[in-house]
Structure formats: C-alpha cells, structure tokens
C-alpha cells in the first residue's frame, strides 16, 4: 500500500527461431519493461525487425496517407464498435486501393481548387486598392512617352510636381496614379520617394478594376461550390470509412511496433537476449509461460540488480478504490522505488481538505451530478483536456462526497442555511451545524486549519522517517526526520502557549512547563538535525512556519466561496424576489448565472489549493520521487479487438 | 468631514493588508506563471514542478489574509 510493486530483474534467452513467439509472448503477458539493449560486447548486436516489418510499415503509411485526405481526427474519433483484428487483416490491402481510388481524385481536386482560390484571392485583395479608377488596368502600362507609378503616398507631392515644367496627371484616391512625361521620370520617382511613396505591383489584368473585381467574386464563388461539394464527398467517405480507416491504422501501428520489437532486443548468430524489469510476483507465472514457447529454446532467468545504480520501474501499488489518486502522484513525480508511496493517505486527505473547502451540499451534489452524467466529461473535451477526465472524474467524486457531508456540518446549501435551527447535532462536544462564515466560529476554524496543518505536516515527517531508513539507514532518519518531528512538537507547544501574549499583550512567562518543554524540544531538535543537514536546518525553521500558517488557506478559500454565494443570495437575488412580479424572475436568473459562476470557481479552486497543499507543504518533507513508470510491453486497442 | 474611529481605521488597514499582500502575490506569480506555462509547452512532464514554483508566493497573501484577520478582532 505505501510501497510501490516489488520488482525482478530478468534475463529472457532463446534461440533465434523462438524470436517472433517470444515478442508475440511479451506482449501478450503485458508484464516485461524492456531495458534497450545497449552494445557492450562482441557476442551480441542490436536486434532487426521482423521480416514482416516492412510490409506493416509501407501499409501504415498508405493508411495514414488516406486519414489525412479524410481530415480523419484520430483523438476525437467515437468507439461506436470495435472492429476485429481477422476483419481488418483480411480486407486491407483491398481496402487501402479502393479507397486511395477513390479518395486521392478528390483529395487532388481539393488541392487544386485550394490554390485557385489562393490565387483569386489574393488577385482580389490587391485590386481593392485601386476600385476607384475608373480606367481599364491596361491603359495604366506600356506607354512610350509617359511614365506610370500606381501607389500609396503619405503626403501629396502635387506641388512639386507642378514645379517640373512637364505634363503630368494625378487620380487621387486610396491608392494614387501619377502620369508624368517619361523625360521627367526619374525625378518624378524622386519627388515620390520623398512623399513616402510604396508600390503596388499591376496585376496583369487588362479590364477596369470594378469590373475584375466583379468577375473575381463571381469565380471565387464558383470555385467554393465546387470546394464545398468536394469537401461534402470527403466528409461522405469519411462516414462511410472512418472508422475502418481509424481500426486499421490502429491495428498497422501495432503490428509496427511489434514487428519492430527486436530492436530493443541483443542477438547474435543463434540466439537473442532480452533484458527485462517484471513484477516480482508474476515471475512464476512468467517463467512457466517461457517454458511454453515451443519453436525453440527459451528461458527466464533472475538477475540481482544492485539498488545504488538501478532504479526499477515504478507500478504503484494501491487497493482499487484509492487508484484514481495515482493519477496526482504521476502528474507531479513517481515515487523512488525505495520510497513511501503516499498515493493512499491522499486517498484520505484529498477529499477531506477540498470538501472542508468547498463545504456546501449544494455545490456537492451539483459537482456529483456533472461527474456521474459525464458533463464533466465532456466539459473536459471542450476544453482540450480529455485525456485527464477519467481520473479527475473519480477524484472530484470523493471531493464531491465529502463536499456534501462538510456542508451538512456546515448547514451550507447554495450558501443558503436549510437546516437552521431545526437539526442541531453535536460530535465530540462540538455543536453542529457551525456556520463558517459567522463571526463566532473564525478563530475555532482557523485554528482547526492548523491543526490540520500540524497532523499532516507530522505525517509526512513519519513518512520521511521511513524514507530515508531505507535510503540511509536508522541513525540518519532518527536525526533527520526524528529532529524535524520535535521542531515542530516543540514549536507547536511553544507558539500556542506564547500565542495569547502576542494577540493580546499579555506577558509571556518563560516558565511555564509548556513552554519549557517546547523550546526543550526545539533545541534537542535543531541539533539533531544540524548534525545532519547542517546551517540548512536553521534556515528551514521559519519555513515551519510558514507551512503550518499555509493550511488557513482551507478556511479561507472556504470563507471566500460562502462570501460570493451570500452576496448573490441575500445581496442581489433575495431583494430582486421580494420586489414581486419581474423582479422574481431576475432574481432567479441572478441566482442560477451567480451559483454557476461560483461553482466553476468552486470546482478549480479548491482542487489547486488541495494539491498545493499536498504538493508544496506536505511533500516536501519527505518525497524525493523521479521513478520511472512501469511501461510494459503491450497491445492498447481502442479500435480493434482480437478474435 | 467624518472624523475616522477606531472600527473603521481597523476596517481599512485589514483591507490594506489584504489587498496589498494580495498585490504583492499577484506580482510574483505573473512572472513565474508565465515562465511555468512556457515550461510546460515544452515539457509537459513537468507539471508538479511548475504548480508548486507557481504556487509558491501564494503564502505571502495568506499572511495578509492572517493579519486581516487579527486586526478584524480588534474592532
């Protein structure tokens, strides 16, 4: 539970003619993290595919070669059925000629009339300029006796143009034509430069701009009929073969990357070498099905592994329903394999710290219903994030489990009090409901945070313990964590008997056994740890405190979310309803548009507080993590499905 | 003119301490927010990592949120 799966590292040896069951086996069991095999002596070379590599390579080209032509989205494709393996492997390579037949003609033509548009396009956009001429375009080029500039000027030159003694003609507009007498055309272009004058480049198109431009338009539509009746062929077959398309692709790039295998893979004239991590506990099992291959010679043998150079793969190891969490541990850093793995105490701590956040059934049961009718889901696609939703989904289920319970506890329902003084309850003396945002209960939730603040920090001090027993032995962890855990007991009695003096200016008696104790501890503390982590344990020391401070954010995020819901309940909605007639009907829009916006700040929120916490206070004192994941050998279908 | 009372000279310095703390966080993060994001387009891996140095100054406005309400006792 707090360890991640033991691990054996193996040697697989065979004979080269048991070579593709052996592949076909390492997949198949799904249980072999293959070590590339590195070239370090002459016996055996870098393995060479498969000999049907080839073929799966140049077919898995063809195919992608067709998803593109379909404007295929491979990420967003449904699974309406998955389509077996015998299917596609029969019917390929008929289906990669029909359809690149019928597919590359279109895909062709598409591009063809892309280009064209292009082209008119941008014919188009560079007559706009010159809309106002009212001159065919070829009576503005090729002349003997006259210079033409056609552009934009910044000033108007016209005075000094009329100094040049020459004829000239001006068509002013948003882009301008200058005739001059080619005698006076070099300094004519003088004169332009200096009024700022840009080109525009003459199209060679002879007709008055307005009347191009009108035959412009009218081929640009023609030519995006045509586009969009391609594009409506295209979206046809895409129907008719997608998902076929996407099956076999799938099915391709598996048997790729199978036939590809034996790259990772040492082999000589004879025999191959497979260089392995398993789970330690699938070895018999594993070794039994080595014995099984029986086109030629094949064994499983254990290798010992020496744990100051080698890492093994991490497969964390959790009961079923702490798993979701996993996925919080992967997003920051896998555990060392020597490490605790603290995957099953957020199990615990997650949900408790989002829902003493959160607190409000409403907010609860509206965060439960987005996750079990998949709106979550889906919310998580539209927004590009589709591939987190799955474990989010589970995760936000327990927050929202415990956001409901805190808000019994905390009588919230839309920041609405429905309990009222109706259900009154109390546990371990304390009497429920407790209104967070009352004035009476700030100081009781704020100190409960820290409270909360100390256990967890305490935890993560044991956790470390064990940590760095397995890393460096009893004696560094008893100094180490040992030393860090009566810091912060003695810091903890020492601040909480000198608390009253600083808020309340009383006088702080130094004598007191508390206290005594406290800085007793404290000191024994700082020198355990200095004996070991030297000045660094001092410099920490204010940090402490600044972690335990850290966990009021609980109350506050908490305080902030009731805050917002309140000011439209009682400040905006209630007053609107009161008015009668319309006003009802304001005041409800003003409550389902305010409690929406607040719950999606509801929903983020606390789930960045919560893994801050986690991640920033908790397990920096005791996680070193940077394990690599377990990655076995194996077949993801999504698609396809075998036999 | 309304002379200030006690109440709300405290009223104004908890929002002060606050709102400036609150600055004061918002500051540093938008410089490591932004460094962090591009971290991460190119390394997506790195996500842990880049959430806590984001996160990081965030205690700076839990303090002045403490201090607030501390002053917020006194009125």
Redesign the interface.
């Known amino acids: 539970m707090f360890k991640t799966e033991r691990m054996k590292r193996v040697l697989l040896l065979g004979t080269m003619p048991a070579l593709p069951e052996t592949v076909d086996f390492l997949y198949r069991t799904g249980s072999f993290h293959i070590i590339d095999y590195k070239e370090s002596d002459d016996v055996f070379d870098i393995g060479t595919p498969l000999p049907e590599a080839e073929r799966a390579s140049r077919r898995l080209l063809n195919m992608m070669s067709i998803s593109q032509n379909l404007d295929m989205d491979e990420e967003d494709m449904p699974v309406v059925e998955k389509i077996p393996v015998k299917k596609i492997q029969a019917e390929i390579d008929a289906a990669i000629s029909n359809l690149e037949l019928e597919i590359s003609s279109e895909a062709h033509a598409r591009k063809e009339v892309k280009n064209l548009l292009a082209e008119k396009n941008a014919e188009l956009s560079a007559l706009h300029p010159l809309k106002h001429i009212d001159l065919p375009l070829a009576l503005l080029r090729d002349y003997d006796s006259l210079a033409v500039f056609v552009g934009h000027v910044k000033s108007d030159p016209e005075a000094e143009f009329s100094v040049l003694g020459v004829d000239y003609d001006i068509i002013r507009g948003e882009a301008s034509v200058f005739f001059v007498d080619k005698r006076a055309e070099r300094e004519a272009a003088e004169i332009l430069g200096r009024a700022g004058f840009s080109e525009i480049p003459l199209l060679k198109i002879s007709e008055k701009p307005l009347v191009a431009i009108h035959r412009l338009n009218s081929e640009i539509g023609d030519l995006e009929k045509r586009l969009a009746g391609i594009n409506s062929r295209i979206d046809t077959l895409r129907q008719r073969h997608g998902l076929f398309v996407i099956a076999s692709l799938e099915e391709l790039s598996i048997e790729a990357n199978r036939a590809e295998t034996p790259l990772r893979f040492g082999t000589g004239h004879h025999s191959f070498i497979v260089d392995a991590w398993i789970p330690a506990s699938s070895m018999k099992r594993l070794q039994e099905g080595v014995s099984g291959i029986k086109t030629g010679i094949a064994e499983l043998i254990e290798l010992d592994w020496d744990s100051k150079t080698e890492g093994p793969p991490i497969k964390q190891k959790n009961p079923k329903p702490a798993r979701p969490m996993e996925m919080l541990m992967e997003m920051f850093s896998l555990p060392k394999y020597d490490e605790v793995d603290p995957t099953f105490l957020m199990f615990f701590t997650f949900p408790l710290f989002y829902g003493l956040m959160l607190g409000d059934m409403g907010y609860g049961i509206a965060i439960l219903a987005l996750v079990l009718s998949g709106g979550f889901t889906k919310l998580m696609q539209k927004l590009g994030m589709g591939g987190g939703a799955p474990g989010l989904n589970k995760i936000l289920f327990y927050s929202g489990i415990s956001t409901v319970i805190f808000g019994l506890l905390f009588d919230e329902f839309f920041g609405f009090e429905i309990l009222g003084h109706h259900v009154e309850f109390s546990i371990m003396g304390i009497e429920f409901p407790v209104h967070r945002a009352s004035p009476e209960t700030v100081g009781a939730m704020l100190m409960l945070c820290v409270y909360i603040g100390i256990a967890h920090l305490f935890i993560g001090y044991v956790m470390g313990f064990f940590t760095v027993k397995a890393e460096h032995g009893l004696k560094k962890a008893i100094l180490e964590k040992g030393g860090w855990i009566l810091i912060l007991v003695g810091f903890v009695l020492f601040s909480f008997a000198a608390l009253p003096a600083l808020v309340h200016g009383t006088e702080l008696s130094f004598t007191s056994p508390q206290i005594l104790t406290g800085i007793i501890l404290l000191v024994v503390g700082i020198v355990m740890t200095y004996l070991v982590e030297g000045i660094n344990s001092v410099l920490e020391l204010p940090g402490l405190a600044s972690n335990l401070l850290s966990y009021t954010r609980i109350y506050a995020i908490g305080l902030s979310s009731v805050g917002i819901a309140m000011a439209f309940n009682e400040n905006m909605a209630l007053p609107a309803i009161e008015g009668g007639g319309i006003g009802i009907a304001i005041g409800v829009i003003v409550l389902i548009m305010g409690h929406t916006l607040n719950l999606a700040l509801g929903l983020m929120g606390p789930l960045i507080q919560t893994l801050r916490l986690h991640y920033v206070e908790f397990f920096s004192k005791f996680y070193i993590g940077g394990g690599e994941k377990f990655n076995p050998l194996r077949y993801r279908r999504k698609y396809t499905k075998e036999a | 003119m309304v002379l200030l009372n006690d109440a709300g000279a405290i009223a104004m310095a908890a929002g002060i301490a606050i709102g400036l703390a609150a600055l004061g966080t918002a500051w540093a993060e938008k410089d490591i927010g932004s460094a962090a994001v591009g971290a991460l387009a190119e390394n997506e891996k790195i996500?842990?990592?880049a959430?806590?140095l984001t996160?990081?100054p965030?205690?700076i406005i839990?303090?002045g949120?403490?201090i607030a309400?501390?002053l917020?006792?006194k009125m």
């Open positions: 996500f842990g990592k959430m806590i996160v990081i965030e205690t839990i303090f949120f403490l309400f501390l917020m006792g």
